[in-house]
């Protein structure tokens, strides 16, 4: 059956783990008319558009007017968890501004353990004062795992401050200045040559768990692992392992399979590892109203729809 359309429409909010409150205002200004409802205060009926963070399963299947599903984020994986998620179009955030955070945020972290801030952290707490000389920055290689634009992003700003970078995606790629790797083949060859590896890729099938011992092994004794993917992308404990071991010589973690990161995790007190609150970036809710209610009326309007999520590849 199909339903009308309607120029004002119901939108859920919808999240199992955040408030999305304070996306209600912005949204109203978007999409000006529209019935802004935080779950599960709504009619199921009646909804339209579903924005969401984590939504909870088996709730987006009992819409039977539901012809937008909208990602708050970069990431649809949160969504996609769902076993029952109606076929309905399915869109994440393009947003130039959080590419600009993680673009930021990574920089900071290939610095932190390029110019030796690790080191130092550790000697500050035995007031020890010894310094080496900086290694010129040509002289460090850093691999960008996940090469779409946020990744292209980052490794050009690594590129553009001197390093070598290098770049690995799952279809191949060409990018200026940066030696590119692509598909399953084509992982180790591209981190084992690396002082950091920045994993920056979208949670799918295949990067599940994908960095584990045996891959985590391949990185050059002393290498250092920063991940704002997801952190279901990490065997943390193999991580760990690699750590206590003194294989790899730190990590930088964002992201983790259960956030907040329980109080009680060995990440938190590891020395080598700097553990930050998934705060590589946060997309304005001025922005992801804006995109979510344009969206709309190009789902209305039969128009393509921005940051349109393939299902099948995942992102
Ligand atoms: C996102 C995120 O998906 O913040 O945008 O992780």
Known sequence: MRHAVSSAPTVLLLSTTLDLGYLVEPMRDALPGADVRLWPDADPDSVEMAICWRPPAGVLAGMPRLRLIHSIGAGIDHITADPDLPDRPL??????????????????????????????????????????????????????????????????????????????????????????????????????????????????????????????????????????????????????????EGHLRGAVLDVFEVEPLPPDHAAWAHPAVVVTPHMASRTDRRDIARQAAENYRRAVGGQPLIGRVERERGY
């Open 91 to 244: 869109c994440r955030m393009i947003d130039g501004a959080m590419a600009a955070g993680i673009r930021e945020y990574v920089l900071w972290s290939v610095l932190y353990f390029h110019r030796d801030f690790d080191v130092a952290a550790r000697q500050r707490a035995q007031r020890l004062w010894r310094a080496r000389a900086p290694v010129p920055a040509g002289e460090w290689t850093v691999g960008v795992l996940g090469l779409g634009a946020i990744g292209l992003g980052v490794a050009a700003a690594l590129r553009d401050l001197g390093y070598r970078v290098r770049g690995w995606s799952r279809s191949p790629k060409q990018v200026d200045g940066v030696e590119c790797f692509a598909g399953p083949e084509g992982l180790v060859p591209c981190i084992e040559a690396c002082d950091v590896v920045v994993s920056i890729l979208p949670l799918t099938a295949d990067t599940r768990r994908l960095f584990d011992r045996e891959v985590l092994s391949r990185l050059r004794p002393g290498a250092a692992f920063v991940n704002v993917g997801r952190g279901e992308q990490l065997v943390l404990d193999d991580l760990l392992g690699l750590l206590d």
